[in-house]
């Protein structure tokens, strides 16, 4: 199974997006304290998470408690990782539960953290004119591209109420 975590969230925006992403991915959450915001319905709701009900997440008060309940592959996302998301393996023969974790968005995971695990830090390639990309769409790249590699799982391949035939439909 997939699973994103992201690490002392700060924007609530930020993270309902994640929570949509999740849900269009059938991707469990965890999200680890302390959060930059009030996580309750009228905030989540106010951040565009109409989803809230399909969400399969969890919450940890820190990132011990959630390696204790966690274990599979922890894969990192650092601007300072040496590596690209693609150059991993994440068909996952093995059915093992992945891991990707994602830091704060001000500044990232602890390096405390990431030098546990420098063959598994990782960043997402781009110039020089930026620092990071925005968080939200960061995971959304890399959930797909493990998704990709696992040949999507059981995600739907059509959109599945309008029908199949919808665009070939001529409409009155």
């Known amino acids: ?11 609530p925006q930020n993270t309902g997006n994640i929570m949509r992403t999740c849900v269009a991915t ?3 959450l965890h999200l680890i304290r302390p959060f930059g915001f009030i996580l309750d319905d009228a905030h989540l709701k106010r951040s565009g998470v109409n989803y809230i009900d399909k969400l399969e997440y969890e919450i940890y008060d820190n990132f011990e408690e959630f390696q204790e309940k966690n274990k599979g592959i922890y894969y990192y996302f650092t601007r300072y990782g040496h590596k690209p998301h693609t150059s991993f393996d994440y068909s996952n023969p093995e059915n093992k539960d992945l891991y990707f974790i994602f830091g704060k968005e001000s500044t990232g995971i602890p390096k405390s953290i990431l030098q ?13 004119k930026v620092r990071a990309l925005n968080v ?6 890399v959930i797909y591209e493990a998704l990709r590699q696992q040949d999507y799982n059981d995600l739907l391949r059509e959109e599945p109420h309008k029908g199949k035939d919808y665009l070939e439909r001529e409409e009155a």
């Open 26 to 28: 059938d991707t469990k």
């Open 136 to 141: 939200s769409n960061s995971v959304a790249i």
């Open 116 to 128: 546990k695990d420098l063959d598994h830090c990782m960043r997402i390639p781009m110039t020089d």
């Open 1 to 11: 199974m997939n699973h994103i975590v992201l690490l002392e969230p700060e924007i």
